[in-house]
């Protein structure tokens, strides 16, 4: 058992899980990817530690970069503003593989899509550790999924509880 802060975790998805599920995909990647010099777009913060497991598995000719959406309330309307910070040109006729965490209930993808479409990417695809399909609201074709997920809360890997448990090995679910 783990705690953080007010809430105590359990193990979910061990660590071996973990790894060779990213290695299949991996391997996935580096056949449909050949010879097409994709650039993985890493959704901070949840995604880095995915990323770089992965990362290290492919063997095809390939760029990284890293993307933030930052959130803020407006204080002149009730609405949720959203930026997507570190976009450029880079991804100019190139294909690009979106790299999340986590797959809630699809509003941050959406927005992430729409935003990265603006520019003028040769293929969008995406790729997330985890999926709560049962979470949906906004449906979404996901091409690289690691583990399909109850509609739980988790931690590690990456993955926060108000910023705190990203350090830990595995998946955790809130007990
Ligand atoms: P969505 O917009 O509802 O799909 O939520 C996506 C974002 O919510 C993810 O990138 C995470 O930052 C966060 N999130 C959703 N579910 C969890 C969870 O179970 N643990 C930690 N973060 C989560």
Do not use: W
């Amino acid at each position: 058992m783990v705690r953080i802060q007010d809430l105590t975790f359990e193990e979910y998805i061990s660590e071996e899980r973990i790894f060779a599920r990213t290695s299949q995909l991996a391997k996935k990647i580096n056949v449909d990817f050949e010879g097409k010099n994709p650039i993985f777009l890493g959704i901070l913060n949840g995604s880095f530690m995915f990323l770089s497991e992965l990362f290290k598995q492919i063997t095809i000719e390939c760029e990284v970069s890293f993307l933030k959406v930052s959130s803020y309330e407006n204080q002149t309307s009730t609405g949720k503003v959203r930026e997507l910070i570190g976009l450029n040109k880079s991804i100019d006729n190139r294909p690009v593989i979106i790299v999340e965490d986590i797959v809630d209930t699809g509003h941050t993808l959406a927005f992430i899509k729409d935003k990265i479409s603006s520019f003028s990417p040769s293929k969008v695809s995406v790729m997330t550790l985890l999926h709560k399909v049962a979470a949906t609201k906004i449906p979404h074709e996901l091409d690289y999924v690691g583990f399909e997920i109850d509609n739980i809360f988790v931690v590690g890997f990456g993955l926060d509880y108000n910023e705190l448990g990203r350090n830990h090995r595995c998946i955790l679910a809130k007990s």
